[in-house]
């Protein structure tokens, strides 16, 4: 005759073997990851790059980068130097040339005055209108960064860009 107490060990252990191997199953392998996307085949490789001049003494100059991006848009760059700390300098793309001026045709974010730069996705212009990077920097426009929300009159960098740059 059987070990009652060996039976009921060799069940025991059985039965704990089965909630393991149970409990260890999961369907990680069944769920789909999605990669994230390679922040270098955001961009084409494609760029050009203006210069933004000092106005009137201000001592702010710099860059502006036009990127274009995979989708045919653009990441415009604006890189200074000179601006005042904890400034915010409004930046815009302006119809016409320096000498002519004329209106904002698209907005940028605002200039860091800690870092002296700014970074926008650019899709379309202020009325709507789509623009794509080869339209972009074709386009009869100049960038102007002014000294303040509350002080738009003052500009500390400006410069020619796409048709009109030298």
Request: some cysteine.
């Amino acid at each position: 005759m059987k070990n009652p107490m060996f039976q009921y060990f060799w069940t025991l252990l059985l039965a704990g073997l089965m909630i393991f191997s149970f409990a260890s199953c999961n369907n990680d392998d069944d769920e789909e990851v999605t990669p994230e996307p390679d922040p270098v085949e955001e961009f084409t490789g494609q760029e050009t790059a203006y210069n933004l001049a000092a106005v009137a003494e201000s001592g702010v100059s710099g860059t502006v980068t036009f990127r274009e991006k995979s989708d045919g848009s653009t990441q415009v760059v604006i890189a200074l130097t000179g601006t005042p700390e904890g400034g915010s300098h409004p930046a815009h793309i302006h119809e016409n040339d320096v000498e002519t001026t004329g209106g904002i045709a698209v907005m940028l974010t605002n200039v860091n005055g800690d870092t002296g730069e700014s970074v926008t996705e650019v899709t379309e212009k202020a009325d709507g209108t789509a623009i794509t990077y080869a339209e972009l920097i074709q386009y009869n426009g100049y960038v102007n960064v002014h000294l303040s929300d509350d002080d738009l009159e003052t500009i500390v960098a400006q410069g020619n860009i796409g048709a009109n740059a030298e």
